[in-house]
């Protein structure tokens, strides 16, 4: 480090070197993900389908929440978050091993947060949209799922499992 | 005339702003260690028996300290170094005595019904929760009053520049007003959201609300909020911590370019806390996620400055060889350590934001203990602990009497880093084991609902670091009210003075453009415009107020 003198626009140079390696690094860590998202599929939720949270429980899908088997090995959960008992329902859901099941989410009331562990499956879950997101289960076990947005003062009781068998 | 005297009438501003502060502190960090040592399996709550549930403590301790003590304490420390920075009195004094006025309104309207538990809504207040509406006009009231006192500053510099033209604004007052301009940008989605959705909501005069909306809203504001935590500690970083090390500051110029390009990317980056949101396409959230890795580019800027002005600062004290020098920086002066352990803890703080607006890196983190992990060591340590070092040169400052005493306030210091190392590396390795952010976990795990045994060595360290982390809070306190009633007075030659440091690169060396504000709030716009306009449109055009409200608590 050398103590600059008359200079106009004078950059130390490491400083411009470090100011270089931040921005490689920085664009390096974008692409990483990038890649990971497009080409690996790692990615987030995206908008699925609107619904109304004051009727959503009476006709439709989520009227009859749980797993309906697909074939093939692909099923289907239509699974509700609620704040009046702080629940999921279902609250229990067994799939065998190699199984592809797709989740969708939604509130009839305030937000809620799903995350089901041991997977990449993060979502929120809000009165008025849908949350969309597939799990494939190539190991057998349980995989929780748990609330983890605050929902009132149960929330800390809102949890459930994937049974794979 | 010296400042001290020249600028009494601004001093108790500061004075007022600086205790609320600290009295908000006061009550909301109470909570900490009783979170923590909850999540360890003990609970302690009868030592706040007013308090009726973990989630009331958990709405006190976020709303107090991240909202209230942050902001009374920035508005405090931003008009009094604008002042002492410019030398010159605030344009129109009757705005500080405006803005302050409105805080302490907006602070009691939104307390009262958080105390009465008629509020417990987290300081995020995600709709359809429905708190109290006088907690909604608290709290916009509370944002108001900050504003004010940023007109103030605007007015202040404005005036500035009229008499002297063609000049730079001095360093620290233009880093202030950058802070203050960025916060009245970023804080226009909160107070629409307020406005035009919670007030007329939780007052009846619309039915339902549109939570995706809400959401989005808030986080346009939620992001900037870190970064008008952030910008006042790096300020001291900058322009105080070099001086009270005994150098100088490295580049002027650099510190410029890292201020303006807050002002231009703080604002266009919040969809990174909604990246597991079901109302925002893919593309808008990378979009958002690239923006945020940008804003790390000007925290990377300042990371080599301050290390640089800690160089010259160790080599002025003799210091030699390539890192030694870090033992011949004075670390027997609180103000000075506290702040260095500060921007120690920084560095983690910021590979873990990284980490988290990193697309889809996030699913991995979003919303679990690993969230409430990291910013314990952002605002939680790195501002906190910053705006603690500047009480204990600002305080003596304020009230004329010496700090109660320095080796309390030395040990305050080194008990929030330990402290805080302990009690955030177990909320992080907690959060990548599946434990879920602002849930009440001892619950949880007695009542088997969600546990794992892995979690039991970490949950020894979330209380552990909770327990150094509240002797740590106790010393903070010790040291205030024993300054304010039993410091010794001192001489005015005593009297600390603001401790800002010369440049050895100065602002004329570098190019005016980074000395300007047309062209970085011209920038601040295009991106805010490009990065929430098709977005916030279509969710507008779309809007759904269908939720009704709830208060599940």
């Known amino acids: ?165 | 005339m010296p400042a001290r005297e020249k600028f009494a009438f601004e001093r108790k501003i500061t004075s007022v702003h600086i205790g609320f502060a600290m009295f908000a502190l006061f009550l909301g960090t109470l909570y900490g260690p009783l979170q923590a040592l909850e999540h360890a399996g003990v609970n302690l709550y009868f030592l706040a028996p007013w308090t009726q549930t973990y989630y009331q403590g958990l709405t006190l301790h976020g709303v107090l300290n991240a909202l209230i003590f942050t902001t009374f304490f920035i508005c405090g420390f931003l008009t009094y170094v604008t002042v002492n920075s410019l030398d010159r009195h605030t344009r129109f004094p009757i705005l500080d005595i405006v803005g302050v006025v409105l805080m302490i309104i907006g602070l009691v309207m939104a307390a009262i019904p958080i105390l009465l538990n008629m509020a417990t809504v987290l300081y995020t207040f995600y709709p359809p929760l429905m708190a109290h509406p006088t907690f909604y006009i608290g709290a916009t009231l509370f944002v108001v009053g900050s504003w004010v006192v940023g007109y103030s500053l605007f007015f202040t510099l404005y005036a500035w520049y009229q008499e002297h033209p063609n000049q730079r604004a001095p360093l620290p007052a233009f880093m202030a007003v950058i802070t203050m301009a960025m916060w009245q940008i970023a804080t226009l989605g909160l107070a629409i959201e307020e406005l035009a959705l919670l007030i007329p909501w939780s007052l009846g005069l619309i039915s339902g609300i549109d939570p995706q909306l809400a959401r989005t809203l808030f986080w346009y504001t939620g992001h900037p909020l870190v970064y008008f935590w952030l910008l006042p500690a790096y300020l001291s970083w900058y322009v105080m911590v070099p001086k009270l090390a005994g150098g100088k500051l490295f580049s002027d110029p650099m510190a410029r370019l890292s201020f303006v390009l807050f002002l231009v990317l703080s604002t266009p980056v919040g969809f990174h806390h909604q990246i597991t949101d079901p109302g925002i396409s893919v593309g808008w959230k990378l979009f958002h996620g690239a923006l945020t890795l940008g804003v790390a580019f000007p925290s990377l800027l300042t990371a080599y400055n301050l290390w640089a002005s800690l160089h010259i600062a160790g080599r002025m004290n003799g210091g030699k060889g390539a890192l030694t020098w870090i033992l011949s920086l004075p670390w027997g002066k609180p103000e000075l350590t506290a702040q260095l352990l500060a921007a120690i803890i920084f560095i983690f703080g910021g590979i873990g934001g990284v980490i988290n607006a990193s697309y889809n890196v996030n699913l991995v983190v979003h919303n679990t203990a690993w969230v409430s992990g990291h910013f314990h060591l952002t605002v939680g340590s790195a501002v906190a602990l910053t705006f603690v070092g500047i009480v204990y040169w600002l305080l003596p400052h304020l009230t004329g009497r010496a700090l109660f005493s320095r080796h309390i306030a030395l040990a305050q210091a080194w008990t929030w880093f330990f402290g805080m190392i302990i009690f955030s590396r177990g909320m992080h390795l907690m959060g990548l084991l599946g434990a879920p952010r602002r849930t009440e976990l001892g619950a949880s795990i007695k009542s088997a609902a969600m546990t794992n045994p892995d979690w039991n060595v970490l949950l020894l360290m979330v209380g552990l670091g909770g327990t150094i982390l509240f002797i740590s809070y106790i010393l903070i306190y010790v040291n205030v009210i024993g300054t304010i009633f039993f410091g010794r007075k001192l001489a005015p030659n005593e009297i600390p003075t603001i401790p800002f440091a010369d440049a050895v690169t100065h602002a004329e060396q570098g190019p005016m453009l980074l000395s300007q504000w047309k062209p970085w709030l011209a920038g601040a716009a295009f991106l805010i415009v490009v990065s929430y306009g098709p977005v916030l449109i279509e969710m507008v055009r779309t809007i759904e107020l269908t939720s009704p409200g709830f208060k599940p608590w």
């Open chain 1, 1 to 165: 480090m050398t103590t600059p003198t008359t200079h106009d626009h004078w950059i130390d140079p490491y400083e411009k070197a470090w100011m270089v390696i931040s921005v490689v690094v920085l664009i390096g860590i974008m692409i990483a993900v990038t890649v990971a998202g497009f080409a690996f599929g790692i990615q987030a939720p995206s908008p699925y389908q609107r619904v109304d949270p004051n009727t959503v429980t009476q006709s439709g899908p989520f009227s009859k929440p749980g797993l309906t088997d697909l074939g093939g090995g692909q099923y289907e959960v239509y699974m509700i978050g609620t704040a009046s008992g702080w629940i999921w329902e279902p609250k229990e859901i067994r799939v065998p091993v190699g199984s592809r099941v797709t989740f969708y989410l939604t509130s009839k009331d305030v937000q809620h947060g799903f995350m089901l562990w041991n997977t990449n499956l993060n979502m929120m879950v809000l009165p008025g949209q849908v949350s969309k997101g597939s799990v494939t289960f190539e190991k057998p076990g349980e995989y929780p799922y748990v609330c983890h947005e605050y929902c009132g003062i149960g929330h800390q009781t809102m949890s459930g499992k994937v049974i794979v068998e």
